[in-house]
Structure formats: structure tokens, C-alpha cells
């Protein structure tokens, strides 16, 4: 059962953030003129398709992600309303039209979580302890607000986070308010492998805000995390940031984890994933849209259009490549099922 709950959590995740990448891509060349010839969910045989302003929108057997056809991309280097006829900043327009589908999708899904369910990221407040953690050893219960860490006062969750790994698994001392008293909770944080940094094991309570306050909550916590993402780039270069590297298998079952949590735990990963696609794809890597995007800053600077052809070649080559990548990382979240 939970074999097929990680399978659907993993192809609603993923479906439903490429079809705004790729929707983001699609309304960004219909702004700049381009063409688009087809947009499609799914792969297989057609089961329903519709033409709409030249595009040809498609439903296909197995709806499982999304793709859109931009007209002169591929071949027909030379028609009027294709991509390589287009100015500069209209090319450049189009290959970040796919990261912005994603920054929009992933700020309805927190505008949605944050007026519903609630903003954890606020509370102070114990929404559920782990079993057999050391939280639930130390007599941690649901419903407890932490009011202070080693005598320094919490005012969220963040707070309380950056606290407990900075404790570098030493005892802390919990100070919680429960049931009109004050009551101390010592308890000794441990690595946790998955998260990869030390952990007590106990989930936040949620702040629910009225929708124009959660509107306003999803935007400033998107731009947050596109910051958090920049800054953590550089760890990419780094042993430990190779190490914490993973792919379709480990995201699957971070999306079916989330899965068994509720819908609203899976929304909101779903628009934390939104977010990491968005800016993944604009890493300057032929094969993603960065790659094209780094054509595009050469071409500024040098003056001169790289030929399509020999840009073709470069994405082909990127891609093999970046599908080899795909395939260790994957071996290596296999490998993490048996570890863990």
C-alpha cells in the first residue's frame, strides 16, 4: 500500500510543477511572439487533444509530467515565429518562463497550506511527537509550547530548529509550557541521517492566517527559500553537498512520506519541489534551460549567435551526461533504502 501511495504522491508532485515549468514556458513565447506548436501531460498514445491559436494541446495515455514544443527549437531554425527569429531578450524571456511557472505555482500552494492548514514555520507549539525520539524519551507531548531553549527565549519554529542543531548534539534544556505550568525537558539531540543534521524528533503545530495575510506570508516565504537555495548553491562543490545529492527514487519517497502525512503535508512539498526545479533548471547546464540561458549571455557578450545546430549538439551531449548523473545519484538513493 504505501509502495503505491509513494508512486501517486511522487507522479502528482512532479506532474503538477512541470506542467507549470512547462506552461511557464509556453506563455512566456506567446508573450514574445514564439509559437508554440504543441503542450502536452503525459506520453503515450493521444486520448484527447484540442487546437487553440496554433497549439495543439494534448492528453496522452500515461499523464505523468508535461512537455511544450516550441516552434524553431528543434528544426525550422528560420521560421518568422520561431524561437531563433526572436530578439534576445525574447529568447531569454521564454527559457526563464519555465522557473517563474514554477516560483507562481509554488506561491499558490503556500498562499493555500498558510490560509487552510497553517504556517508551521510560526508556532512555537508541539503538533505531533516521533515515537521512540528522543523528544517523546524525554517527555516532550503534543501540545506543549516552547517558550525558551537554554534560557533563550523561541519565538518559532526556525528559531527552535537552528537551536537544536546548534546544540551539536549535546543535552539542551526545554523549557515548555503545559497545562498552566512551566516544565524544564532535558533532552539530548542525535543525528538525524535523513535530515542530516541533529534532530530531537518532534513536529510543529500550525498558524493559521486569514487569506490576505496568507497571500502575503506565501510571498515572502517563497522568496525566502529562492535566497536559502542561492546560498546553499556552493555546498555543491563541497563532499558533504555531493553526498546529500538526490534523485527521482529519494525525492519519491520523500514525496510519499509526505503522502502518509496528508494532502496538505504533500502540497506543501510539492511546493517546496516547485521551487527546486525552477531554479535547478537554470543552473548553466547544457540540457537544462540554464544551458540555453548561458547561450544566450555568451551571445551577449561576444556579439554573436552560436549557430543552432552546434547548440543542439552541446544540449544532446549535456543531456547524456546529465542522465548518467541521474542514474548514479539514483543507484546511490536505492542504496539508501537498505541503509536507513
Do not use: C
Not at 552560436?306 to 547524456?320: A, H, K, M, N
Amino acid at each position: 500500500m504505501q509502495i503505491i501511495v509513494t508512486i501517486l504522491a511522487f507522479m502528482f508532485s512532479f506532474t503538477l510543477a512541470t506542467l507549470f515549468h512547462e506552461g511557464g514556458h509556453m506563455l512566456a513565447a506567446r508573450a514574445s511572439h514564439t509559437q508554440t506548436e504543441e503542450f502536452g501531460l503525459g506520453f503515450g498514445r493521444t486520448i484527447w487533444s484540442r487546437t487553440w491559436r496554433g497549439t495543439v494541446f494534448k492528453i496522452n495515455a500515461l499523464p505523468v509530467l508535461a512537455y511544450v514544443k516550441i516552434k524553431g527549437m528543434e528544426s525550422d531554425y528560420d521560421a518568422p515565429d520561431g524561437f531563433y527569429t526572436k530578439g534576445w531578450w525574447s529568447r531569454f524571456f521564454t527559457m526563464v518562463g519555465g522557473m517563474l511557472g514554477n516560483l507562481v505555482l509554488a506561491f499558490l500552494i503556500f498562499s493555500i497550506v498558510f490560509a487552510t492548514l497553517g504556517d508551521p514555520r510560526a508556532s512555537t507549539k508541539v503538533g505531533s511527537v516521533t515515537p521512540s525520539s528522543p523528544a517523546a524519551a524525554a517527555g516532550l507531548k503534543a501540545g506543549d509550547n516552547i517558550l525558551a531553549i537554554d534560557g533563550v527565549p523561541m519565538k518559532d519554529f526556525d528559531q527552535i530548529a537552528s537551536a537544536v542543531r546548534a546544540s551539536e548534539n549535546k543535552q539542551i534544556d526545554i523549557r515548555v509550557a503545559r497545562g498552566g505550568q512551566q516544565v524544564d525537558i532535558l533532552v539530548t539531540p542525535v543525528m538525524d541521517t535523513k535530515l542530516g543534521y541533529p534532530a530531537i524528533g518532534y513536529a510543529p503545530g500550525f498558524v493559521r492566517y486569514n487569506p490576505l495575510v496568507a497571500i502575503w506570508r506565501a510571498l515572502t516565504f517563497t522568496g525566502e527559500y529562492v535566497v536559502t537555495y542561492i546560498k546553499a548553491l556552493p555546498m555543491l562543490f563541497t563532499r558533504a553537498g555531493v553526498q546529500s545529492l538526490t534523485g527521482p527514487i529519494g525525492i519519491a519517497r520523500m514525496t510519499g512520506e509526505a503522502a502518509m502525512g496528508g494532502f496538505m503535508s504533500l502540497l506543501w512539498l510539492t511546493g517546496i519541489i516547485s521551487v527546486a526545479i525552477g531554479l535547478t533548471q537554470l543552473l548553466p547546464i547544457p540540457a537544462l534551460d540554464g544551458g540555453w540561458v548561458l547561450f544566450l549571455l555568451v551571445e551577449a557578450v561576444a556579439r554573436r549567435r552560436i549557430s543552432p545546430e552546434r547548440q543542439g549538439t552541446i544540449q544532446s551531449i549535456g543531456l547524456f551526461v546529465l542522465l548518467g548523473i541521474m542514474v548514479l545519484i539514483s543507484i546511490k538513493d536505492v542504496g539508501g533504502f537498505f541503509v536507513h
